[in-house]
């Protein structure tokens, strides 16, 4: 391991809490994989992800569901049955945004212009919210999922990324977890566990060329980490050599890693942990935090 990776996990891995013992072996590690920009718009390749993961193994996911995709109402009944399916097989749905597009004003600093309108091509919906207009985006993903009776732990903001006023507003809701780039954690308490995605960069040719290579890397890096999570997006399915290597790499991560929902490691995570190390949100706006 290099140097530098070493430093970096101490350094996170110190901010982070311990998973509990609970009544389980103190060196089980777990895997989360995630599908992200789950809607009707997007359900056909979502469903390619869907038989490529299945191919491997039938394991539990957590699906990120986005109600209004990009403005579009999502009334329809055959997508809205497939999801209540797939919730009744032991998968987990998570409210990702509401629209997944990023509305707010630009920011003149040079950074954020960046982030938000070339690396994530104004999706990232939470990016620059003040707790007010985040409540109310909030308010109506969870309308939402009560119209459909269907539970929901989780909130991950679009790219990931969360503004000052949308960490304020998240303490008025329900949700138990939210994830960031880097970050699992705990909601209101705020806990956090290092465990940084592996996710493929399929937007161009040379994130599609590299991206594998760092999943790979960050994937050997993290072997003794005590959860890796695994996130695909729709755009992924349409590139056969990412698939390869999701299931390439999904079957190395299955012969050490027990799978489970979000959910679920949030319930063995915090089976017994102490409400010890708790620190402040990350700076709004920070990708990768």
């Known amino acids: 391991m290099p140097a530098s990776w070493r430093r970096l996990s101490a350094r996170n891995w110190r901010r982070s809490l311990p998973l509990p013992p609970a009544d389980r072996n103190a060196d089980e590690k777990f895997l989360c ?14 469903q390619r ?30 997508y809205e049955r497939m999801l209540g399916n797939l919730l009744a097989r032991g998968h987990e749905l998570a409210l990702h945004g509401y629209t997944h597009l990023d509305c707010a004003p630009m920011s003149p600093s040079p950074g954020s212009h ?13 990016a620059a919210l003040d707790a007010a207009r985040a409540s109310r985006l909030l308010e109506l993903g969870l309308a939402w999922f009560a119209r459909h009776d269907w539970p929901v ?18 303490r008025g809701y329900p949700f138990k977890y939210t994830t960031t780039m880097r970050y699992f954690y705990t909601l209101p308490q705020r806990q956090s566990l290092f465990a940084p995605s592996l996710v493929y960069a399929s937007r161009n040719a040379v994130g599609r060329t590299l991206s594998p290579r760092v999943a790979t890397a960050l994937a ?22 990412l698939v390869r290597h999701c299931q390439q790499l999904l079957e190395r991560l ?7 929902t979000k959910e679920s490691f ?3 995570w915090q089976g ?8 402040p949100a990350p700076p709004a706006g920070i990708l990768g935090d």
């Open 220 to 241: 050997s890096m993290m072997q003794s980490a005590p959860l890796v999570r695994l996130g695909l997006h729709p755009r992924d399915a349409r590139y056969p050599r």
């Open 272 to 279: 017994g942990s102490p409400a010890s190390d708790r620190h």
């Open 266 to 268: 949030l319930q063995q």
């Open 153 to 170: 732990q989780g909130f991950v903001a679009p790219a990931w990324l969360l503004s000052k006023g949308t960490w304020d507003a998240l």
């Open 49 to 78: 992800l869907l038989d490529a993961i299945r191919a491997v193994a039938d394991i539990p996911l957590t699906l990120l569901v986005v109600p209004r995709y990009h403005g579009r109402e999502t009334e329809s009944i055959p």
């Open 254 to 260: 299955l012969v050490s890693r027990h799978p489970l």
């Open 114 to 126: 960046f982030l938000r309108t070339v690396y994530t091509q104004r999706e990232g919906e939470f």
């Open 33 to 46: 994989v995630s599908l992200h920009d789950v809607a009707p718009a997007t359900w056909q390749d979502c």
